[in-house]
């Protein structure tokens, strides 16, 4: 869509009432559709169409597969769906979770930068973790304009760090800036095209649900000795920036967002690992006490000495579990 504009905004936590802000900064009638991603979750009602309602007094919609696009209307993602733009219409993908999200914001990045170019304009605003950053950064690859919340003034100040870490950010402002840093954006002709890299096109794909196979995956990224946190499949390492990882099914992963997730495996299995042990070592001490009692005082003593070994186990997962220091002995 050579010479248009189109907005993409992203966000988490404490991205609503920036995008409230946003959206006042802006006057009506706007020369570009907008198309927002915020992390609603993959249950309930949609929302936001109505809570942003009153914000600029323009158009908002919860986006429907399929329909063309129009100018001065804001898209919103819809609860379950990966929000993407394809040939003039607004698609909606059920592809595979992105860091954890369905809707996620990178999948919207990627699509808008493939199909608006130098027109597209990336806006990532408060949130945790760091989804948006890849998009952004392939929204640049494409020749697009990347624009973040300033960290400062982000009630979550990570998914903005994120994204500047992960590109070469154009613009940073507050939230009470970015309508009209927006506008003047909008007054300059877009920047040339940019050729859309044939790995943008296959995880829009991916997004969409369509079919992903192991010599796709093969073409963008590198095996890598961890497994999907979603499916337990092999991961591999995307070989652009941000880190980040994709198994075969699909699911993605920046490493931030893969940390926090084993991290979380991590003390689930402490705390199970725990309960086992001291279940065991309640059973040995009981049967210490039945040898004890009917005569078997060599027995008795092995598994005295057992349920002490188990209580040292048991000590050492809920201090690990507490994230006490173990004092060496």
Do not use: W
């Not at 609503?16 to 009602?45: C, D, K, Q, T, W």
């Not at 990224?221 to 920036?241: E, F, H, K, Y």
Request: hydrophobic share 40%; charged share 25%.
């Amino acid at each position: 869509m050579a010479g248009q504009r189109a907005i993409a905004i992203g966000g988490s936590t404490g991205a609503l009432p920036a995008l409230r802000e946003l959206l006042r900064g802006l006057p009506r009638p706007l020369p570009a559709p907008m198309f927002i991603a915020l992390h609603i979750g993959s249950e309930g009602s949609n929302f936001l169409a109505n809570a942003l309602g009153s914000a600029g007094q323009r158009t908002i919609v919860t986006a429907r597969d399929g329909e063309e696009i129009s100018d001065d209307v804001a898209y919103i993602a819809p609860v379950d769906h990966h929000l993407l733009v394809v040939d003039r219409h607004v698609r909606l993908g059920r592809g595979p979770r992105e860091n954890l999200s369905r809707p996620a914001i990178d999948p919207l990045f990627r699509s808008v930068g493939a199909s608006y170019g130098g027109g597209a304009i990336g806006v990532v605003l408060s949130g945790m973790l760091n989804d948006g950053a890849a998009g952004l950064a392939d929204l640049k690859r494409c020749g697009g304009i990347t624009v973040v919340q300033s960290p400062t003034d982000a009630v979550a100040p990570e998914m903005p760090i994120g994204a500047i870490e992960a590109s070469d950010i154009d613009h940073r402002g507050p939230a009470s800036r970015l309508g009209q840093m927006l506008l003047d954006l909008l007054a300059v002709a877009p920047e040339p095209d940019l050729s859309v890299p044939k790995s943008i096109l296959l995880e829009i794909d991916i997004a969409l649900g369509r079919p992903c196979l192991t010599q796709d995956i093969d073409t963008i990224a590198d095996p890598v000795a961890l497994s999907c946190p979603s499916c337990g499949g092999v991961l591999s390492q995307v070989r652009t920036r941000p880190l980040r990882f994709r198994c075969q099914v699909g699911h993605a992963f920046t490493a931030e967002v893969l940390d926090r997730e084993q991290e979380g495996s991590l003390d689930e299995a402490i705390r199970v690992a725990l309960r086992i042990v001291e279940e065991r070592a309640q059973l040995v001490d009981r049967l210490a006490r039945d040898s004890d009692a009917a005569g078997r005082a060599h027995s008795g003593r092995d598994f005295a000495r057992k349920a002490g070994e188990l209580r040292t186990h048991a000590e050492v997962l809920r201090r690990a579990a507490l994230r006490e220091t173990i004092p060496p002995r």
